[in-house]
Nanobody
Framework: QVQLVESGGGLVETGGSLRLSCISS????????MGWFRQAAGKEREFVAA????????YYADAVKGRFTISSDSALSTITLQMNNLKPEDTGVYYC?????????????????WGVGTLVAVSS
């Protein structure tokens, strides 16, 4: 298993920005992807964004397109999530994950490697 450590959460006003980072304890296999999920209080965990190791193609949830940008280093050992124009509905615990690309995008319940999460709170 790989250890994932998130950082960068905090409290920000509506319209503000935050930058999250996730560091992996080892190099991610070339067939894998890394991504971000979030969970608001009382709600299920939902997909936010992901990036594939080989293609470096980003994937975004509709709710964050145009506001969030995911990026990675060439080894996919570190990913970042730049979050701009934050809204109160973006509030939640943000989790970093690593898995095969299809698992990240379609079978989140099968993901085994998760970080402990970092809290993002957006005030109205």
């Amino acid at each position: 298993q790989v250890q994932l450590v998130e950082s960068g959460g905090g409290l920000v006003e509506t319209g503000g920005s935050l930058r999250l980072s996730c560091i992996s304890s080892r190099r991610i296999p070339s067939s894998n992807a890394m991504g971000w999920f979030r969970q608001a209080a009382g709600k299920e965990r939902e997909f936010v964004a992901a990036i594939a190791r080989i293609s470096e193609r980003p994937y975004y949830a509709d709710a964050v397109k145009g506001r969030f940008t995911i990026s990675s280093d060439s080894a996919l050992s570190t990913i970042t999530l730049q979050m701009n124009n934050l809204k109160p509905e973006d509030t939640g615990v943000y989790y970093c994950a690593a898995a095969a690309a299809d698992v990240i995008l379609t079978r989140a319940d099968a993901i085994q490697d998760w970080g402990v999460g970092t809290l993002v709170a957006v005030s109205s």
